[in-house]
Protein backbone atom coordinates (compact mmCIF):
# COMPACT_ATOMS: atom_id res chain seq x y z
CA UNK A 1 0.00 0.00 0.00
CA UNK A 2 1.18 3.81 -0.34
CA UNK A 3 2.35 5.93 1.86
CA UNK A 4 0.85 9.21 1.28
CA UNK A 5 1.82 12.83 3.35
CA UNK A 6 -1.79 14.50 3.60
CA UNK A 7 -1.17 18.28 3.62
CA UNK A 8 -3.17 20.20 6.40
CA UNK A 9 -5.85 20.83 3.64
CA UNK A 10 -7.03 16.87 3.78
CA UNK A 11 -9.91 16.77 5.80
CA UNK A 12 -9.72 13.89 8.48
CA UNK A 13 -12.29 11.78 7.16
CA UNK A 14 -10.55 11.35 4.03
CA UNK A 15 -6.88 10.38 6.36
CA UNK A 16 -9.63 7.74 8.34
CA UNK A 17 -10.86 6.14 5.10
CA UNK A 18 -7.64 5.84 3.22
CA UNK A 19 -5.96 4.53 6.66
CA UNK A 20 -9.15 1.78 6.30
CA UNK A 21 -8.24 0.59 2.60
CA UNK A 22 -4.61 -0.08 4.25
CA UNK A 23 -1.73 3.02 3.38
CA UNK A 24 -0.05 4.49 5.58
CA UNK A 25 -1.02 8.12 5.99
CA UNK A 26 1.26 10.73 7.69
CA UNK A 27 -1.13 14.21 8.12
CA UNK A 28 0.92 17.45 8.60
CA UNK A 29 -0.52 18.06 12.11
CA UNK A 30 0.81 14.51 13.13
CA UNK A 31 3.83 15.60 11.74
CA UNK A 32 4.03 18.78 13.85
CA UNK A 33 3.60 21.06 11.04
CA UNK A 34 0.27 22.42 10.63
CA UNK A 35 -1.08 25.75 11.03
CA UNK A 36 2.23 27.18 11.00
CA UNK A 37 2.29 28.68 7.11
CA UNK A 38 4.29 26.54 6.21
CA UNK A 39 4.50 27.13 2.42
CA UNK A 40 3.34 24.02 -0.15
CA UNK A 41 7.30 23.57 -1.23
CA UNK A 42 8.31 22.94 1.81
CA UNK A 43 5.86 20.61 2.49
CA UNK A 44 6.69 19.13 -0.54
CA UNK A 45 10.09 18.76 0.42
CA UNK A 46 9.14 17.32 3.59
CA UNK A 47 7.52 14.49 1.90
CA UNK A 48 10.19 14.00 -0.45
CA UNK A 49 12.55 13.84 2.53
CA UNK A 50 10.20 11.31 3.95
CA UNK A 51 9.81 9.11 0.18
CA UNK A 52 5.90 9.86 1.03
CA UNK A 53 3.34 10.66 -1.80
CA UNK A 54 1.81 13.97 -1.14
CA UNK A 55 -1.88 14.02 -1.08
CA UNK A 56 -3.94 17.59 -1.24
CA UNK A 57 -6.85 19.28 -2.70
CA UNK A 58 -4.45 22.27 -3.44
CA UNK A 59 -4.84 21.70 -6.98
CA UNK A 60 -3.07 24.37 -8.55
CA UNK A 61 0.06 24.77 -6.56
CA UNK A 62 0.80 20.93 -6.84
CA UNK A 63 0.31 21.18 -10.04
CA UNK A 64 2.68 23.92 -10.45
CA UNK A 65 5.48 22.58 -8.50
CA UNK A 66 5.11 19.64 -10.43
CA UNK A 67 5.92 21.11 -13.55
CA UNK A 68 8.90 22.68 -12.51
CA UNK A 69 10.71 19.96 -11.02
CA UNK A 70 9.27 15.45 -10.82
CA UNK A 71 12.30 15.03 -8.26
CA UNK A 72 9.46 13.89 -5.07
CA UNK A 73 7.84 10.17 -4.24
CA UNK A 74 4.27 11.55 -6.45
CA UNK A 75 1.42 14.38 -5.81
CA UNK A 76 -2.37 13.26 -5.61
CA UNK A 77 -4.90 16.27 -6.29
CA UNK A 78 -8.13 15.73 -5.85
CA UNK A 79 -11.34 17.79 -5.74
CA UNK A 80 -13.43 17.35 -2.99
CA UNK A 81 -16.37 15.18 -3.16
CA UNK A 82 -18.90 14.84 -0.03
CA UNK A 83 -18.51 11.14 -0.40
CA UNK A 84 -15.32 10.63 1.08
CA UNK A 85 -15.45 6.93 1.02
CA UNK A 86 -15.82 6.94 -2.64
CA UNK A 87 -13.36 9.96 -2.65
CA UNK A 88 -10.84 7.07 -0.58
CA UNK A 89 -11.67 4.49 -3.29
CA UNK A 90 -11.03 6.56 -6.35
CA UNK A 91 -7.81 8.22 -4.58
CA UNK A 92 -6.66 3.98 -3.76
CA UNK A 93 -7.51 3.03 -7.55
CA UNK A 94 -5.18 6.00 -9.30
CA UNK A 95 -2.69 4.87 -7.79
CA UNK A 96 0.42 3.14 -9.94
CA UNK A 97 2.93 0.41 -9.06
CA UNK A 98 5.44 3.31 -8.85
CA UNK A 99 4.33 6.31 -8.09
CA UNK A 100 7.90 8.40 -8.51
CA UNK A 101 7.78 11.50 -10.41
CA UNK A 102 3.60 11.19 -10.99
CA UNK A 103 1.20 14.06 -10.83
CA UNK A 104 -2.32 11.97 -10.76
CA UNK A 105 -5.67 14.00 -10.73
CA UNK A 106 -8.59 12.74 -9.18
CA UNK A 107 -11.82 14.58 -10.43
CA UNK A 108 -15.01 14.23 -8.44
CA UNK A 109 -17.63 13.00 -10.94
CA UNK A 110 -20.20 15.52 -11.58
Known amino acids: MAAFYADEN????LVVALIALGHDVLTA???????LGIDDPDVLARA???DRIVLTNNRNDYHRLHRKSQAHAGIITYTNDPDVDALAVRIHASLLPSMAMQLIRVICPP
Open 29 to 35: LDDGRAN
Open 48 to 50: VEL
Open 10 to 13: VRFS
